[in-house]
């Protein structure tokens, strides 16, 4: 892919914010466990947040390519602080498509600057990927919305300033078209939160959200009563094709410390890199990593060209995790009895890239997309 003068200006500083601020650290703030704010507002500073939103709201405009190289960039240097940006494009795009101005107002620019992490609550107890079927009731009450259920796996969970909630205003027979979605600030009374003990990507607090007669104003819901799914739930294709160049940059820096050391380690004389058998499974690794990663832009540019990318990003969505955790393996590998100590990076990053063959809906899902968008309800009568 040939760059623009404005996206080798804007990979540039995302680059060099990665290797020299994120990559040295990437293990000690998996130790330290909490999402470090004070990063998050210096990449607000450097605007690499929701560099895709407007202007006005402290975004730059920017396209969906140029988006996905800020997401790859940050993420070479750490996966999970990369979640950031990717969450604030997603969400910030939804709450200005949807919501109504004063929450835009108050909200998008917060999110820009780093002084305001939103999150996402779609799953539920009894499951994530039949995600439209879900119990959580938002009854109406005058000039509220009353809302009461368990969100459960949700990112940021102890961490988020506000969510984006997903409930039934409709019958449970209404199945997708019963659904609401609301914009619920974490401050508001009746909200509990808790964190779960994961295996990876620990700095981010997945958890479970738990709303107990939480009242929130009716100018808070986004979009229509009633259309929260068909109407909100909108724009994964995008952060599904960002999530795979995460898995990608993640991929790519446990190759490029996997080369260096094929060079330098010495075994029977000569340099390991010397045995095809450590350089073609690398090699292997560079080419698989290097056909999602133009799949991932390929797909992101269609986006921006306003034309269907749906099965592109869900084959990236898959894909994308599953072959860097794969890859990242090999390059453990290579490393030999180094690679097994937790001195090195390489274990981390397979635990973190994992949670991805999870989140933002499994690869069995992902693979039911691809098929009905080949051959339609033939394929998936239920999604
Ligand atoms: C790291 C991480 C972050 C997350 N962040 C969020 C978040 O911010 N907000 C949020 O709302 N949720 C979040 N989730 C939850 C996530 O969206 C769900 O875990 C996911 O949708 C799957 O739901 P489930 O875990 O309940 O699995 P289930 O739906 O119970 O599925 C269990 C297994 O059955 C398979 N399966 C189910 N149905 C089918 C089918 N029709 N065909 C083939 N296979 C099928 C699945 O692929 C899976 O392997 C996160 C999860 C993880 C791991």
């Known amino acids: 892919m040939v760059l623009t003068d404005?996206?080798?200006?804007l990979q540039e500083t995302a680059r060099r914010f990665a290797r020299e601020r994120l990559l040295p650290a990437y293990q000690k703030r998996e130790q330290a466990g909490?999402?470090?704010r004070e990063l998050v507002v210096e990449m607000g500073r450097l605007g690499l947040l929701g560099i895709d939103l407007p202007e006005q709201y402290g975004g730059m405009g920017v396209d969906g390519v140029t988006t996905g190289i800020i997401a790859e960039e940050l993420a070479y240097g750490d996966f999970n602080v990369s979640a950031v940006p990717v969450g604030c494009s997603l969400l910030g795009a939804?709450?200005?498509?949807?919501?109504?101005?004063e929450i835009i107002e108050q909200w998008v620019p917060r999110m820009t600057s780093g002084h305001a992490v939103v999150g996402i609550c779609v799953t539920e107890p009894r499951g994530g990927s039949d995600a439209a079927n879900l119990q959580m009731r938002a009854r109406r009450d005058g000039e509220h919305y009353v809302i009461n259920g368990e969100k459960t796996s949700i990112t940021f969970a102890d961490s988020a300033d506000a969510f984006l909630v997903f409930a039934r205003t409709g019958k449970p027979e209404e199945g997708a078209r019963g659904v609401t979605a609301l914009f619920v600030p974490a401050d508001t009374p009746g909200i509990q939160r808790n964190r779960f003990d994961d295996v990876g990507s620990r700095i981010i607090g997945r958890g479970s959200v738990f709303f107990d007669d939480v009242r929130v104003p009716v100018n808070h819901r986004l979009g229509d009563e009633g259309k929260g799914f068909t109407q909100v739930m909108v724009g994964f294709d995008y952060s599904r094709a960002l999530i795979a160049l995460q898995c990608v940059a993640c991929a790519q820096a446990s190759l490029d410390e996997a080369w260096a050391y094929a060079k330098e380690r010495e075994a029977f004389g000569r340099p390991i890199g010397q045995f095809q058998g450590v350089s073609f499974p690398l090699v292997e690794g560079e080419s698989q990593i290097a056909a999602i990663r133009q799949l991932s832009y390929h797909a992101l540019a269609l986006r921006d060209a306003g034309l269907?990318?749906?099965a592109e990003a869900a084959m990236v969505k898959w894909m994308g995790p599953k072959t860097a955790f794969d890859v990242i393996h090999q390059c453990l590998l290579t490393f030999g009895h180094y690679g097994w100590s937790k001195d090195l990076p390489h274990q981390q990053r397979m635990r973190d890239v994992m949670g991805l063959e999870i989140g933002d809906g499994t690869a069995g899902v992902m693979k039911?997309?691809?098929?009905r968008e080949r051959i339609g309800r033939a394929a998936v009568q239920y999604l």
């Open 308 to 310: 269907p990318h749906t």
């Open 6 to 9: 404005d996206q080798r200006a």
């Open 94 to 101: 939804i709450i200005m498509k949807n919501a109504r101005p």
């Open 368 to 371: 039911l997309i691809v098929a």
């Open 34 to 36: 909490v999402l470090d």
